[in-house]
């Protein structure tokens, strides 16, 4: 790690699949070319998700943090830091606030901390002890980023950040990606789904993306529409500690015929094109980039309302919000969808004009840049 441009060290959680993480990636990846230097630190692991950073002189390092209070990981990121020098730690979300701490104590000049939203652990943000840890880690942190307006607002309302710290950069999406893409063929993808409509959704497989509503509400469609048996089937793209209850959960209702499951993908944007309507159940969520993939791809999008989901998704007109935890609402979403064609296509059009206009790529790589280029001024 030589030279004078300034490094950043980016520290997550785990380098893995996942939109936090592809949010990282593609910020890397987008950000000026010989403007910065970069380093990724993973609190856990490294996974092949890192093959997807175009610039080999990135560096990826995996801290290997042991579960619960590991204290040693501490000495390890100070001694790192020590060594790195780095100019800016930007940190991720609640597992890496605290990296704030053995960031100061190395000397690092400048340190960032973005909020993308939250797990499940404080799903609404009102848990005391993790505000109190935000407030008092505050005097170490020069910029809160909030992906949202409702995670601007509350760190702000409820955490009681000071407002001249917190920058709201919305995330966006790479338009030309995902538009362009020409029907082909995708491995492992079932002919049989070819003359259905495909419901579909990508993601972790973990509670707070609680992709098992997804599969109740489909189960509880063809319950109450017993005559769509024929004509629809699911895609479950991603995994995750959910992943074999999801099996189960197909099995025991007899659908795993209408059900694809193929794991972590490459080729995000060659199995949206499959899809005909997206769906997001999550119980929690910041600005997340597969509704904005999937609306740049020009499908409607059904989304639980929480989080920046309303921000990006308006109701009515590229989609619709259906609450939290809610299976019987989102069936009844769907299934309008499948009665009316026309107006799957017609929501599907103004996605893609919605997130042309309100989520540029550009707009968000230069958020970033002129945070950077902030901070470094002091």
Known sequence: ????????????????????????????????????????????????????????????????????????????????????????????????????????????????????????????GSNKKYQLMRRILSSLIDRFAALSIDLESWLVRDVGIKASKVVRICNGVDTQRFSTVTDTQISGYPQSFTDKVVIGTVGRMEEVK?????????????????????????????????????????????????????????????????????????????????????????????ATDVGGNSELVADGETGYLVPPADSEAMADAIYKYLQDDELRHQHGRSAIKRVEANFSFAAMVEKYDALYSDVLRG
């Open 1 to 124: 790690m030589t030279g004078k441009r300034p490094l950043i060290a980016h520290v997550i959680f785990s380098l893995d699949f996942g939109g936090l993480e592809n949010g990282v990636v593609n910020l890397l990846n987008n950000l000026p070319q010989g403007k910065y230097r970069h380093v990724v630190i993973a609190l856990t692991e490294v996974t092949d998700f890192k093959d997807r950073i175009n610039n080999p002189d990135i560096e990826c390092i995996a801290m290997h943090k042991q579960p619960g209070k590991d204290l040693k990981i501490y000495i390890k990121l100070f001694r790192l830091f020590k060594k790195l020098r780095p100019q800016i730690v930007h940190t991720r979300n609640l597992p890496a606030l605290d990296v704030a701490v053995p960031a100061w104590l190395a000397g690092v000049p400048r340190i960032i901390h973005s909020e993308h939203g939250r797990d499940t652990i404080d799903i609404d």
């Open 210 to 302: 609680d992709t098992l509503l997804l599969i109740r509400a489909f189960v509880r469609l063809l319950d109450k529409y017993p005559e769509q048996r024929d004509k629809i089937s699911l895609v479950l793209v991603g995994t995750g500690s959910l992943y074999c209850a999801a099996e189960t959960m197909l099995k025991e209702n007899e659908i795993e015929s209408m059900v694809w499951m193929p794991g972590a993908r490459n080729d995000i944007p060659e199995i949206l094109n499959k899809l005909d309507i997206f769906v997001l159940p999550s119980l929690a969520e910041g600005i997340s980039n597969t509704i904005l993939e999937s609306m740049s791809s020009g499908l409607p999008v059904i």
